[in-house]
């Protein structure tokens, strides 16, 4: 499996429909390259441009999915589109992630479950989602994907197809471990996670997607934003970690696009040579809280 993650940088002074535009282009770019194609958390508006976040907040089916299906299925590959401002029909706001097939066909979408801003910012303005959510992917075979033979990919599951599941997370989810354990709960192999990380805090970035893979033995590809947003500058430095904690490729500061052969079956090996998740104890009882 071959999986590209598109580092996207904000520009104040691009407008959103110019950004989805290009972002649309760069996804176009990886046909007969990639199968898996990951953008990053709120890309259209920013991340931090919180002043934005109503004015540009959309349904599921708006001008973003239109623009990200079209190129998901010119490109024909599963698409991770990154997160996106929704607005739903009682008028509440998400920061919605949204996964296309290659056919540009909505597969799933995830709310984002732990909102960033200690009571300002997205922690007030949007709502939490409340789902895990996992994406069962079926892939062509190696050496049936047309890659090696003129770059032209079928999107099709041919014999001897592979398969794997994804779990989704969002940016400040990957402060929180108990979330990646139910998405490995619910059969996740690849933890896909989209963000605007500042740049102040780069070091903790790179080191919890390390974490994220290690402790739950499972690939790492987190797409982080590169750019400015609302002043705030963004730590790019996009990352794909492989089970055993082994970084396979990082993206540096400015836009740019990092892409990265998996090899899926190294998931079940490092889970079997190294079966520590079969140790875990669940259910533990907590020690009574002490007296006041």
């Known amino acids: ?31 007969g390259t990639a199968d898996l194609v990951v953008l990053p958390e709120l890309w259209p508006v920013g991340a931090f441009a919180y002043e934005s976040f109503e ?30 401002v929704e607005r739903d029909a009682e008028g509440a706001l998400y920061n919605t992630s949204l996964v296309l097939s290659p056919a540009g ?58 398969e794997t599941t994804l779990g989704l997370a969002t940016c400040y989810d990957l402060r929180f471990p108990e979330l990646f354990r139910g998405l490995v709960d619910a059969g996740a192999r690849l933890l896909v996670i989209p963000a605007g990380w500042p740049a102040r805090r780069r070091e903790h970035w790179t080191l919890l997607a390390r974490a994220r893979a290690v402790e739950n033995q499972s690939y790492v590809l987190a797409c982080a934003t590169a750019g ?28 740019e696009t990092v892409t990265v052969d998996l090899d899926l079956s ?23 809280r002490p007296r006041a």
């Open 1 to 31: 499996m071959r999986a590209s993650l598109i580092q996207i940088a904000v520009d104040p002074y691009e407008s959103v429909d110019s950004r989805r535009q290009r972002a649309a282009a760069l996804v176009r770019q990886q046909r």
């Open 55 to 84: 004015q540009e907040a959309e349904p599921v089916d708006g001008p973003t999915f239109w623009a990200m299906s079209k190129a998901a299925s010119d490109a024909g590959v599963w698409l991770h589109a990154g997160s996106f």
């Open 105 to 162: 066909e909505p597969v799933r979408t995830y709310r984002k479950i732990h909102r960033f801003g200690f009571d300002k910012g997205e922690a007030t303005m949007m709502s939490a989602g409340e789902e895990l959510v996992t994406v069962p992917l079926t892939l062509p075979a190696a050496g049936q994907d047309g890659r090696d033979g003129g770059g032209q990919k079928g999107g099709g599951a041919g014999q001897g197809a592979e």
């Open 228 to 255: 400015t947003h609302a002043g705030v500058e963004q730590s790019g430095h996009s990352i794909v970690v492989d089970p055993w904690g082994e970084v396979l490729a990082e993206a540096g500061a400015d836009e």
């Open 266 to 288: 190294r998931v079940a090996t490092t889970r079997e040579q190294f079966p520590a998740l079969k140790d875990r104890r669940l259910g533990l009882t907590p020690p009574p």
